[in-house]
């Protein structure tokens, strides 16, 4: 009997302790993944436009929490739509850069 609530303590444990590790995993994983993203405020606002024509698609970072995908042009956007619309984002030297595009479908039209 007792080795039997020894077993089920056991397992309890294991239980959350794996709990704890995936969070663990979880939570350094998104902190290398925001690492990992260039930062429009690092960056002139030359520098981030250049970085979205050489590579096309790119994710950056806009803010301590938030990002952005930025397109060079409509291509990125097929095959849903062919429609582009600028975005701005905040720079070192520009708080509304144009940096690059976002793909837009006009709703009405399907």
Avoid: H, W
Wanted: with cysteine; charged share 20%; hydrophobic share 35%.
């Amino acid at each position: 009997m007792a080795e039997n609530r020894f077993l089920v303590d056991l397992v309890r444990f294991a239980g959350r302790m794996a709990g704890a590790v995936v969070i663990s995993a979880l939570a350094t994983q998104t902190a290398l993944a925001q690492a990992g993203r260039p930062d429009t405020r690092q960056l002139t606002c030359a520098q981030a436009q250049s970085l979205v024509q050489q590579r096309g698609t790119v994710v950056m970072n806009t803010g301590p929490t938030t990002f952005e995908k930025f397109i060079s042009d409509a291509r990125y956007c097929m095959p849903q739509t062919n429609q582009v619309r600028p975005v701005i984002a905040p720079t070192k030297d520009n708080p509304k850069c144009p940096v690059g595009n976002r793909c837009y479908q006009n709703r009405r039209i399907r």
